[in-house]
């Protein structure tokens, strides 16, 4: 894996394979520690399957959650635009402007997601808009289009890279405007996703300041434990991460993780560690052919170098009897 591999035409829509879940998807996330308040969003366009996953989930002070999922009729992929939600490119593998208008479901506890059906039965809906400007602070980083996401080719992606970003913009729940400034980290994928193919996936995000944070990225297919990837910023100086080695702790039923540390080893052979600590939850699931892949996402507060940052994780696994397929590895 190299640095910017990826060319500024790959920021745009690519040509759909014909595997039955092709899948083009931009995820956008920020995450402001001190006030407890976070976004998540994510368009995934599935046009082989006639439509595009739209999840806007919004972490609120105090452990509430507002969130919308769609999946909105779409017959091609010419663009990320659907059910309100729409990513426009400003200036290729730099800017993106993200915007949305439309309801979301205003929950008491992110967690109340555990049970989904009861969640949006009770909870009011409330009208959503945000408008966020995300601006790369280092070039994005990943893998071009030919390459494939080790052992996860046919399960994840053929093509992707992200990055740390600076986020400025507005966000408004039921009329209550929120200005926005801060840090966050952006994807953009594209090729087979199958989110029921893998084991588990662990992808840990840190922000501490524009010049420091990490991301890593830990995961299993079949009986093969990838060695991981990600990167580490230091001082404003990229270092590309070879080796991830997680370690997780987690509640009791339903067995959502509390606290975790992370290991990586750079390219150069040096070892950078991370440790942090779980506050907000929101899980998320998708249902197909009568398997579970559970996705919780969660706030955490991390100790990067000596210095405490923020970030959204990523707890991806396959459900067994109530079970997540890697609480017992990482």
Same mark, same amino acid.
């Given at each position: 894996?190299?640095?910017?591999?990826?060319?500024?035409?790959?920021?745009?829509?690519?040509?759909?394979?014909?595997?039955?879940?092709?899948?083009?998807?931009?995820?956008?996330?920020?995450?402001?520690?001190?006030?407890?308040?976070?976004?998540?969003?994510?368009?995934?366009?599935?046009?082989?399957?006639?439509?595009?996953?739209?999840?806007?989930?919004?972490?609120?002070?105090?452990?509430?959650?507002?969130?919308?999922?769609?999946?909105?009729?779409?017959?091609?992929?010419?663009?990320?635009?659907?059910?309100?939600?729409?990513?426009?490119?400003?200036?290729?593998?730099?800017?993106?402007?993200?915007?949305?208008?439309?309801?979301?479901?205003?929950?008491?506890?992110?967690?109340?997601?555990?049970?989904?059906?009861?969640?949006?039965?009770?909870?009011?809906?409330?009208?959503?808009?945000?408008?966020?400007?995300?601006?790369?602070?280092?070039?994005?980083?990943?893998?071009?289009?030919?390459?494939?996401?080790?052992?996860?080719?046919?399960?994840?992606?053929?093509?992707?890279?992200?990055?740390?970003?600076?986020?400025?913009?507005?966000?408004?729940?039921?009329?209550?405007?929120?200005?926005? *400034?801060?840090?966050?980290?952006?994807?953009?994928?594209?090729?087979?996703?199958?989110?029921?193919?893998?084991?588990?996936?662990?992808?840990?995000?840190?922000?501490?300041?524009?010049?420091?944070?990490?991301?890593?990225?830990?995961?299993?297919?079949?009986?093969?434990?990838?060695?991981?990837?990600?990167?580490?910023?230091?001082?404003?100086?990229?270092?590309?991460?070879?080796?991830?080695?997680?370690?997780?702790?987690?509640?009791?039923?339903?067995?959502?993780?509390?606290?975790?540390?992370?290991?990586?080893?750079?390219?150069?052979?040096?070892?950078?560690?991370?440790?942090?600590?779980?506050?907000? *939850?929101?899980?998320?699931?998708?249902?197909?052919?009568?398997?579970?892949?559970?996705?919780?996402?969660?706030?955490?507060?991390?100790?990067?170098?000596?210095?405490?940052?923020?970030?959204?994780?990523?707890?991806?696994?396959?459900?067994?009897?109530?079970?997540?397929?890697?609480?017992?590895?990482?």
């Amino acid at each position: 894996m190299a640095i910017t591999p990826i060319l500024a035409e790959d920021e745009y829509m690519h040509e759909p394979t014909d595997h039955p879940q092709f899948n083009e998807s931009a995820y956008y996330n920020f995450v402001d520690g001190e006030s407890g308040f976070a976004v998540l969003i994510r368009m995934g366009n599935r046009v082989n399957e006639g439509h595009a996953e739209v999840t806007v989930l919004l972490y609120l002070p105090g452990g509430k959650a507002a969130i919308r999922f769609d999946r909105a009729k779409i017959s091609a992929n010419d663009r990320f635009e659907a059910a309100g939600l729409k990513f426009e490119v400003v200036e290729p593998l730099r800017k993106i402007k993200v915007t949305f208008d439309g309801t979301s479901y205003l929950l008491g506890r992110g967690t109340d997601l555990e049970n989904p059906k009861k969640a949006f039965t009770e909870s009011p809906i409330v009208p959503v808009k945000l408008e966020l400007h995300y601006e790369n602070v280092v070039p994005v980083y990943g893998l071009g289009g030919g390459s494939g996401i080790q052992g996860a080719e046919d399960s994840i992606a053929v093509g992707h890279y992200q990055g740390p970003c600076s986020v400025q913009g507005w966000v408004e729940v039921d009329g209550e405007r929120r200005e926005i *400034n801060g840090l966050g980290f952006r994807d953009h994928s594209w090729g087979p996703r199958k989110w029921q193919g893998p084991h588990y996936w662990r992808w840990i995000s840190c922000m501490v300041d524009k010049k420091n944070g990490f991301v890593a990225w830990s995961q299993k297919i079949g009986d093969t434990q990838a060695p991981g990837n990600g990167m580490v910023l230091r001082d404003g100086v990229v270092e590309l991460v070879d080796k991830v080695t997680v370690k997780s702790e987690y509640g009791d039923a339903p067995y959502y993780p509390t606290s975790m540390r992370v290991s990586m080893c750079t390219e150069s052979g040096e070892t950078v560690e991370a440790s942090g600590t779980v506050y907000h *939850n929101v899980p998320l699931r998708n249902r197909r052919d009568g398997e579970v892949a559970r996705l919780a996402e969660v706030l955490v507060k991390l100790d990067y170098q000596g210095r405490t940052g923020y970030g959204i994780s990523e707890y991806h696994d396959r459900m067994n009897d109530g079970i997540p397929a890697g609480m017992n590895e990482v």
